[in-house]
């Protein structure tokens, strides 16, 4: 009997045009006795539109994991409940690579996301996704005092993000995933959605053996390896396949939560 259904947002809930298709809506919507929660590399500010979306917005006692497990919030209010940062020391090595690097980097905070080096191609990526602020200087001392929770590098070329990974040999001193074919991201040491779903399962007395996730990308490896249900979307890459107990028919583009709703929750009664 499962409990809980958790889902990436970006290639796996929502569409190309960055929505939730009207048919996952009503899947979602119909929901009785199985939570229903996301999970993110976002931050949980730029996922308020979907949350209005699916029904969860400003809505008590249902929560969202986000920035890849680095924060889980109640929705109510944005209640920060759990928060992994980075010490700065940390962040400001990882900042000062990018840098040397000349590439595209995002700095998130809880509440803000910053950008240094921004292209056209990357601005014109994250419009309706993420709103970035762009810093006037290759310096992120002015956050020294804030949580810096996740930085990433950007690049399309997925073969350089996977070399680079492995000559930085960072693996020791971040949590380090892809997202989007697009993104090498670094968090705290143990940040993962996976472990996100562990700590959201302990919050609500849920068993992890209850719960579903759904994703598409590197960043969605741990929470499948861990829930209950692990499923992919039909778009999902080739790297998360083996982790996945299932393969849906559906892409992002053809209302994957119905199907997931349909052929693991209605079979079960849950309504």
């Given at each position: 009997?499962?409990?809980?259904?958790?889902?990436?947002?970006?290639?796996?809930?929502?569409?190309?045009?960055?929505?939730?298709?009207?048919?996952?809506?009503?899947?979602?919507?119909?929901?009785?006795?199985?939570?229903?929660?996301?999970?993110?590399?976002?931050?949980?500010?730029?996922?308020?539109?979907?949350?209005?979306?699916?029904?969860?917005?400003?809505?008590?006692?249902?929560?969202?994991?986000?920035?890849?497990?680095?924060?889980?919030?109640?929705?109510?209010?944005?209640?920060?409940?759990?928060?992994?940062?980075?010490?700065?020391?940390?962040?400001?090595?990882?900042?000062?690579?990018?840098?040397?690097?000349?590439?595209?980097?995002h700095v998130y905070t809880p509440y803000m996301t910053y950008v240094w080096n921004l292209t056209e191609e990357e601005r014109i990526y994250v419009n309706g996704r993420i709103e970035l602020t762009p810093m006037e200087s290759d310096d992120i001392s002015f956050l020294k005092n804030d949580r810096i929770m996740k930085i990433l590098f950007v690049n399309t070329d997925m073969d350089y993000l996977h070399r680079l990974?492995?000559?930085?040999?960072?693996?020791?001193?971040?949590?380090?995933?892809?997202?989007?074919?697009?993104?090498?991201?670094?968090?705290?040491?143990?940040?993962?959605?996976?472990?996100?779903?562990?700590?959201?399962?302990?919050?609500?007395?849920?068993?992890?053996?209850?719960?579903?996730?759904?994703?598409?990308?590197?960043?969605?490896?741990?929470?499948?390896?861990?829930?209950?249900?692990?499923?992919?979307?039909?778009?999902?890459?080739?790297?998360?396949?083996?982790?996945?107990?299932?393969?849906?028919?559906?892409?992002?583009?053809?209302?994957?939560?119905?199907?997931?709703?349909?052929?693991?929750?209605?079979?079960?009664?849950?309504?």
């Amino acid at each position: 009997m499962y409990k809980m259904i958790v889902t990436d947002l970006d290639e796996t809930l929502l569409n190309d045009e960055k929505h939730v298709s009207e048919k996952d809506k009503e899947a979602i919507d119909s929901l009785k006795n199985v939570r229903f929660a996301v999970a993110s590399g976002r931050g949980f500010v730029s996922i308020q539109e979907v949350l209005k979306e699916i029904g969860l917005y400003d809505k008590e006692n249902t929560y969202s994991i986000s920035l890849n497990g680095a924060i889980i919030t109640e929705n109510k209010n944005n209640r920060i409940i759990h928060c992994d940062y980075m010490p700065y020391e940390k962040a400001e090595k990882i900042f000062r690579i990018g840098v040397g690097l000349d590439t595209c980097i995002h700095v998130y905070t809880p509440y803000m996301t910053y950008v240094w080096n921004l292209t056209e191609e990357e601005r014109i990526y994250v419009n309706g996704r993420i709103e970035l602020t762009p810093m006037e200087s290759d310096d992120i001392s002015f956050l020294k005092n804030d949580r810096i929770m996740k930085i990433l590098f950007v690049n399309t070329d997925m073969d350089y993000l996977h070399r680079l990974r492995k000559e930085l040999d960072l693996e020791d001193e971040y949590a380090i995933t892809f997202s989007a074919n697009r993104y090498l991201e670094f968090n705290n040491p143990g940040v993962n959605k996976g472990d996100g779903l562990h700590k959201l399962c302990e919050i609500l007395d849920i068993d992890i053996s209850q719960s579903i996730a759904a994703g598409d990308s590197l960043n969605d490896r741990e929470i499948l390896k861990e829930a209950g249900l692990s499923i992919g979307v039909a778009n999902a890459v080739a790297q998360i396949r083996d982790v996945c107990d299932v393969i849906l028919e559906s892409d992002n583009n053809h209302s994957p939560m119905s199907e997931i709703i349909d052929r693991f929750i209605r079979k079960e009664d849950h309504y």
